[in-house]
């Protein structure tokens, strides 16, 4: 039996097991015509990557299904959001004509974006409810930096080309924004978002449990059957291999858990039942474990930190959480198991120092070189010879740093937009949650909390690894969402008034 098959056949059974386990609690928050219609499209998803045996089929099969479900789906960003974790983001190009060698390069990504995304997107400008852009203080600084973007893509001389670059900006990452910033407007809006969110996050971690138990990643068998030829490498940390998913790269993996985690921080004020609970909290938990990435564990602790300080007893949750953590501490390290895994902590670990030392090197290097483009950074910054200290084994220079590559490329002006738009985002959902005490509305309270630290645990990951995949797709998303809840609350400030509740 062909290596893809026999892998379908697990995740097939996987993901059976995590749909029927995840249903008593998810269909408390959208109804079951709703959940087994996106079981339903994820199954689909799934089989035509496995069984195509052509990307071009799956695209067209994936175009037609998109473009059928999207126009009927009332809250399309949920739909996204599970679908974007369903396949991984393998690319081929588009040929192109006469002097043209290909128009793109198109993947499940940007599938996504320009057969579900760009349709509603057209359909919300044209609505008179939507809120036009530049009404919030995050749009001007997403727009100046795809702006600044795409400027700067044109510097290299190649007009084809710069002009691909200019044009891949807006469909990667303001179409996310846009729709996330501009559909959502309810809290129902968000509820579905979020779900979308978590049941991709729980498929995803099934996948990664098995792929570290079993030293097998699941898709790349399936990426090549499709023709897209993978570059297939099994990292490890200590003596466990390094899952992928449907996301490809381990840290990758542990960022997407962090977020829906933080999607579960909210959702499961709405669920009744303790083992509903736990069982969402165990399935995602066990994906952040998984992933064996020291960043996203940090980031994991930032998220839960960050939403027991926004709490109204912070104090009293931090010493609960704090004592079930050293509880539980205590507890792995008395199994071999739980001894190899604390060697990989970061912080009291000892395994890999050297990528904590490349890290810190790579900071050092670069600052002269940053120092050299100051404002608008270069387009050749990676030919720097100051950087030719940090090339690996691989042979390649491995920007492990967001803010570092945007400093580098886009110098700090693009710098300063960048972070400037987590900053803004912050204080966006801040001043949500402050409209939400003043009227008393607890749920959407809670929401802006789950929101705020899944922004601010973002913004500490993206430190520790460059904008690969789906990262800098997901930032953009939770910019959308911090938008999104800041107009939402905005509203809701002008129907209730301080005071009249």
Same mark, same amino acid.
């Given at each position: 039996?062909?290596?893809?098959?026999?892998?379908?056949?697990?995740?097939?059974?996987?993901?059976?097991?995590?749909?029927?386990?995840?249903?008593?609690?998810?269909?408390?928050?959208?109804?079951?015509?709703?959940?087994?219609?996106?079981?339903?499209?994820?199954?689909?998803?799934?089989?035509?990557?496995?069984?195509?045996?052509? !990307?071009?089929?799956?695209?067209?099969?994936?175009?037609?299904?998109?473009? /059928? !479900?999207?126009?009927?789906?009332?809250?399309?960003?949920?739909?996204?959001?599970?679908?974007?974790?369903?396949?991984?983001?393998?690319?081929?190009?588009?040929?192109?004509? @006469?002097?043209?060698?290909?128009?793109?390069?198109?993947?499940?990504?940007?599938?996504?974006?320009?057969? $579900?995304?760009?349709?509603?997107?057209?359909?919300?400008?044209?609505?008179?409810?939507?809120?036009?852009?530049?009404?919030?203080?995050?749009?001007?600084?997403?727009? +100046?930096?795809?702006?600044?973007?795409?400027?700067?893509?044109?510097?290299?001389?190649?007009?084809?080309?710069?002009?691909?670059?200019?044009?891949?900006?807006?469909?990667?990452?303001?179409?996310?924004?846009?729709?996330?910033?501009?559909?959502?407007?309810?809290?129902?809006? !968000?509820?579905?978002?979020?779900?979308?969110?978590?049941?991709? @996050?729980?498929? *995803?971690?099934? *996948?990664?449990?098995?792929?570290?138990? /079993?030293?097998?990643?699941?898709?790349?068998?399936?990426?090549a059957a499709l023709g897209l030829n993978p570059f297939v490498v099994y990292k490890t940390r200590g003596p466990f291999v390094r899952p992928g998913g449907t996301v490809l790269d381990s840290i990758v993996l542990g960022y997407v858990m962090v977020v829906a985690s933080g999607a579960y921080l909210y959702l499961n004020r709405q669920i009744k039942g303790r083992l509903n609970h736990w069982l969402g909290w165990v399935s995602l938990a066990s994906g952040v474990l998984a992933s064996?990435?020291? +960043?996203?564990?940090?980031?994991?602790?930032?998220?839960?930190?960050?939403?027991?300080?926004?709490?109204?007893?912070?104090?009293? /949750?931090?010493?609960?959480?704090?004592? !079930?953590?050293?509880?539980?501490? $205590?507890?792995?390290?008395?199994?071999?198991? +739980?001894?190899?895994?604390?060697?990989?902590?970061?912080?009291? @670990?000892?395994?890999?120092?050297?990528?904590?030392?490349?890290?810190?090197?790579?900071?050092?290097?670069?600052?002269?070189?940053?120092?050299?483009?100051?404002?608008?950074?270069?387009?050749?910054?990676?030919?720097?010879?100051?950087?030719?200290?940090?090339?690996? +084994?691989?042979?390649?220079?491995?920007?492990?740093?967001?803010?570092?590559?945007?400093?580098?490329?886009?110098?700090?002006?693009?710098?300063?937009?960048?972070?400037?738009?987590?900053?803004?985002?912050?204080?966006?959902?801040?001043?949500?949650?402050?409209?939400?005490?003043?009227?008393?509305?607890?749920?959407? $309270?809670?929401?802006?909390?789950?929101?705020?630290?899944?922004?601010?645990?973002?913004?500490?990951?993206?430190?520790?690894?460059?904008?690969?995949?789906?990262?800098?797709?997901?930032?953009?998303?939770?910019? @959308?969402?911090?938008?999104?809840?800041?107009?939402?609350?905005?509203?809701?400030?002008?129907?209730?008034?301080?005071?009249?509740?």
């Amino acid at each position: 039996m062909p290596e893809h098959i026999r892998a379908l056949i697990v995740v097939l059974v996987l993901g059976a097991l995590a749909w029927v386990f995840a249903r008593p609690a998810m269909v408390q928050i959208v109804s079951s015509k709703t959940y087994d219609r996106w079981r339903g499209l994820w199954l689909v998803t799934t089989l035509a990557w496995f069984l195509s045996h052509s !990307f071009w089929i799956y695209v067209g099969i994936m175009s037609v299904l998109l473009l /059928r !479900f999207g126009r009927r789906e009332t809250h399309v960003f949920g739909l996204y959001l599970l679908l974007l974790l369903s396949a991984p983001p393998r690319a081929a190009p588009i040929p192109g004509f @006469g002097i043209v060698d290909h128009i793109f390069m198109l993947d499940h990504y940007r599938l996504l974006a320009l057969a $579900l995304l760009l349709p509603y997107a057209l359909s919300l400008s044209r609505r008179p409810s939507t809120t036009r852009l530049l009404q919030s203080p995050v749009d001007w600084l997403v727009l +100046g930096y795809l702006a600044l973007n795409t400027a700067l893509a044109f510097r290299e001389g190649n007009f084809t080309s710069d002009a691909r670059t200019a044009l891949m900006l807006w469909i990667d990452f303001f179409l996310p924004y846009y729709v996330a910033s501009r559909s959502i407007q309810t809290i129902e809006g !968000f509820r579905h978002a979020l779900v979308g969110l978590v049941m991709g @996050g729980v498929l *995803l971690s099934v *996948l990664a449990v098995f792929e570290v138990l /079993r030293t097998w990643k699941l898709y790349d068998a399936a990426s090549a059957a499709l023709g897209l030829n993978p570059f297939v490498v099994y990292k490890t940390r200590g003596p466990f291999v390094r899952p992928g998913g449907t996301v490809l790269d381990s840290i990758v993996l542990g960022y997407v858990m962090v977020v829906a985690s933080g999607a579960y921080l909210y959702l499961n004020r709405q669920i009744k039942g303790r083992l509903n609970h736990w069982l969402g909290w165990v399935s995602l938990a066990s994906g952040v474990l998984a992933s064996l990435s020291r +960043g996203p564990w940090v980031g994991a602790g930032l998220l839960a930190f960050t939403f027991l300080v926004t709490s109204r007893r912070p104090v009293k /949750r931090m010493l609960q959480a704090a004592a !079930f953590s050293v509880v539980l501490l $205590l507890g792995v390290s008395g199994t071999p198991a +739980g001894q190899q895994f604390i060697k990989l902590l970061p912080f009291v @670990g000892e395994e890999e120092q050297g990528n904590v030392e490349y890290r810190a090197n790579l900071l050092t290097v670069s600052l002269p070189v940053i120092e050299r483009n100051l404002l608008l950074g270069s387009a050749d910054f990676i030919d720097a010879p100051e950087l030719e200290v940090m090339r690996q +084994g691989e042979g390649i220079i491995d920007i492990v740093n967001s803010y570092l590559a945007v400093a580098l490329h886009a110098g700090m002006v693009g710098l300063l937009l960048f972070s400037g738009m987590f900053v803004q985002a912050l204080q966006a959902i801040w001043r949500g949650m402050h409209w939400a005490r003043q009227t008393r509305r607890e749920d959407e $309270l809670a929401l802006g909390r789950a929101l705020f630290a899944s922004v601010v645990s973002i913004a500490f990951i993206i430190f520790t690894v460059s904008g690969i995949y789906l990262i800098p797709t997901m930032n953009f998303i939770f910019i @959308g969402l911090s938008t999104a809840y800041f107009l939402m609350q905005q509203s809701g400030r002008k129907v209730y008034p301080q005071g009249d509740l």
